[in-house]
């Protein structure tokens, strides 16, 4: 196993309601992400990290946000969660050039 | 801009027989081309990857694909399966040596095994 971990693994949360998820690792990685799967799509990128306070937008960034002040925990949060977002989310590292993911969290929306 | 062509969203084989799942892939630059499989409520885990080296890759579990660059192909292949098979398999490209922002996912196929 890679060393990466995220809290809660199952949330529901009320529209308009901000979420944050927590992602971490145990490995030291530099660079971490988060994606959304959804039936039909496969995973999409949110947003990803390259260091402390360094991150990037990724293909469906809208509505999220993310904030990395320590290398081992990479937050998502919702500023304010829409049926839409009704997903489960995973969180990656990246050692070399594979990708490894955490067990997910699925989060409904209501 | 890169992309991941799945054909068939669900694949039924019997148990003992080939599986093969088909990815294909565009890329302006040399890809870097990955399998994961997903097994019900679990993360992703990496069967296999090329990275420019054989174009024939082994992976985990006696899954392997080959990278043919002309059909734009990287097809995963199993001789027998079993029923331990039966997952979700993503294919993935990204630009070589990039990593971190440019992994594109294919859609999913899910694969049943029938006695």
């Known amino acids: 196993d890679a060393g990466i971990t995220q809290s809660p693994r199952h949330k529901v949360t009320e529209t308009g309601t901000p979420v944050t998820l927590r992602c971490h690792q145990t490995?030291?990685?530099?660079?971490m992400y988060w994606y959304r799967q959804d039936p039909g799509h496969g995973l999409r990128l949110i947003h990803y990290s390259y260091g402390v306070k360094d991150t990037d937008k990724g293909e469906v960034s809208d509505g999220y946000s993310v904030s990395r002040s320590k290398t081992e925990d990479f937050l998502l949060t919702l500023e304010s969660a829409t049926s839409s977002q009704t997903s489960v989310y995973f969180c990656a590292i990246s050692p070399r050039d594979e990708q490894y993911f955490g067990p997910g969290t699925r989060l409904t929306v209501t | 801009a890169q992309s991941v062509t799945q054909l068939g969203s669900h694949v039924s084989v019997s148990e003992g027989a080939l599986v093969l799942l088909r990815c294909n892939y565009s890329s302006s630059v040399p890809p870097y081309l990955f399998w994961y499989v997903q097994y019900p409520n679990q993360g992703l885990q990496l069967l296999l990857k090329?990275?420019?080296?054989?174009?024939l890759v082994k992976g985990i579990n006696g899954f392997e694909a080959e990278f043919k660059k002309s059909e734009t192909s990287f097809h995963l292949t199993k001789p027998s399966a079993h029923m331990s098979d039966a997952a979700e398999y993503f294919c993935?490209?990204?630009?070589?040596?990039?990593?971190?922002?440019?992994?594109?996912f294919g859609p999913g196929t899910s694969l049943s095994v029938i006695p």
């Open positions: 490995e030291n990685h530099r660079y």
């Open positions: 993935a490209v990204s630009e070589a040596g990039t990593s971190y922002d440019k992994v594109i």
């Open positions: 090329y990275t420019s080296a054989a174009t």
